[in-house]
């Protein structure tokens, strides 16, 4: 199995309002599907378990960019949105946050009698993946949030939050079932982070006999491996910065927006009509769907979709987040009755952008970008924890 990578992530507080918590389902649903659709279950399992593309996931769900929230309201989204569709979609997720995930194994048992999967297989690799993060590697990280993303098909991925209060971040690990074959010999092929000091390794070869005496996780016998970890670190500062985003790319989804290629995109004249703003969010949608894994190292940019809840970038464009939300939901229905012209616009979207990039030039700064867009956020309902945002005042002109 793939450990397939952990995020460090600073601590946050607070709760997702109501009215983006809605909005964060409806299009984690959305985009699950399409993602499910155009690849299958086995990649959506495998996304998963890539924590760059997840933070690019909750970015564009509008999440703060970088906080421990990301995980908690990521996972309950999904939760909430693919559970009761999970029958048709074959998709199931299970857990969560403190009480919620010690729900984990009857809720693995319920889906495996409806399904046929080995239910006991299912709650060991549970309780084995926690067992790892939480005390076969003490790293000082707590684990409080365990989440299993499961297919009726049997591969799973589980994503999993530790708490680190003294040093004010939260680690989060992924798993992914693909390869398993050993859970407590190596299984970390290199871990990326900051030096905090000796720490209890009894994944380490030199750990056998300590292992062998005061440790019975092998007993349980498990059948698979982590061969592979990657690390992104995630800076502690709120707001979005230069260094955070490739600009370039950035730069090509505002220009995109701005003047769709339609002459070469037949699949985009669908989209026509979209104003600029929209197409911006839904390009960024777009990548999230069908870009490949090299695309998702700058996180950040993924927040110029529809903002952060906390008003960093910029408050949450309702108006603009409603109608990517309707735009794309629409596209996922037409392509599950074989009506699939809409999603590929979407598609061809994150095409654009791609082939846009080769040759553009990118001008200007960030802090420009985000200015404009907190200027303007008044026009598409822009909101955040505090309230919506006001039409900026005129300003004044000197007087000599």
């Known amino acids: ?3 397939s990578g952990n995020a460090d992530l600073p601590l946050h507080n607070g709760r997702v309002p109501k009215w983006l918590a809605e909005r964060m389902s409806l299009l ?71 009480k919620h995930s010690r729900k984990t194994p009857d809720e693995l048992l319920h889906i495996a009698q409806k399904t046929g999967l080995n239910g006991n297989e299912l709650v060991k690799s549970s309780r084995l993946t926690a067992k790892v993060d939480n005390t076969a590697i003490q790293d000082g990280f ?27 971040y939260a680690r989060r690990y992924h798993w992914h079932s ?6 407590t010999e190596e299984p970390h092929q290199f871990i990326y982070g900051k030096n905090q000091g000796l ?17 019975e996780i092998a007993s349980e016998n498990p059948d698979h491996m982590i061969n ?39 699949e985009l004249l669908l989209l026509q009509g ?27 940019r993924f927040s110029f979709a529809h903002g952060g809840k906390d008003g960093h970038p910029f408050p949450v464009p309702i108006k603009i987040y409603d109608e990517s939300i309707q735009v794309l939901s629409k596209a996922v229905e037409k392509a599950k009755m074989s009506e699939s012209d809409k ?40 909101r955040t924890v505090m309230g919506y945002a006001k039409k900026p005042a005129p300003k004044q002109l000197a007087l000599f």
Not at 30 to 46: C, Q
Not at 147 to 164: C, K, P, T, Y
Request: hydrophobic share 35%; glycine share 8%; with cysteine.
């Open 178 to 183: 693909k390869d398993l074959k050993s859970y």
């Open 228 to 266: 592979e970890i990657k690390k992104i670190k995630l800076p502690a500062h709120h707001d979005v910065r230069q260094k955070d985003v490739d600009i370039k790319r950035l730069g090509t989804v505002l220009a995109l927006a701005q003047d769709l290629p339609t002459q070469n995109f037949e």
């Open 28 to 98: 984690g649903r959305a985009i699950t599907e399409a993602v499910i659709l155009e690849y299958g279950k086995a990649e959506f399992i495998k996304r998963m378990s890539d924590p760059a593309w997840f933070q690019s996931l909750g970015c564009v769900l509008g999440m703060d960019w970088h906080s421990s929230g990301i995980t908690t309201s990521v996972m309950g989204a999904l939760k909430s949105s693919l559970n009761p569709i999970a029958h048709d979609l074959g998709i199931y997720i299970c857990g969560g946050r403190g």
């Open 142 to 168: 707590q684990i409080y949030l365990h989440s299993f993303i499961l297919s009726d098909e049997g591969e799973w991925a589980v994503v999993q939050q530790g708490m680190n209060g003294a040093s004010g």
């Open 274 to 300: 979209l104003g600029p703003r929209t197409l911006q969010s839904l390009t960024l949608v777009s990548e999230v769907i069908y870009g490949t894994p090299s695309r998702f190292s700058d996180p950040a």
């Open 343 to 382: 999603l590929r616009s979407i598609k061809a979207l994150s095409t654009a952008a791609e082939r846009m990039e080769k040759d553009f030039q990118a001008t200007g700064n960030l802090d420009d970008v985000i200015e404009k867009e907190r200027n303007d956020s008044w026009k598409y309902g822009g």
């Open 1 to 3: 199995m793939k450990r």
């Open 199 to 215: 720490i209890l390794n009894l994944t380490h070869q030199e750990a056998k006999q300590t292992k062998d005496s005061i440790m």
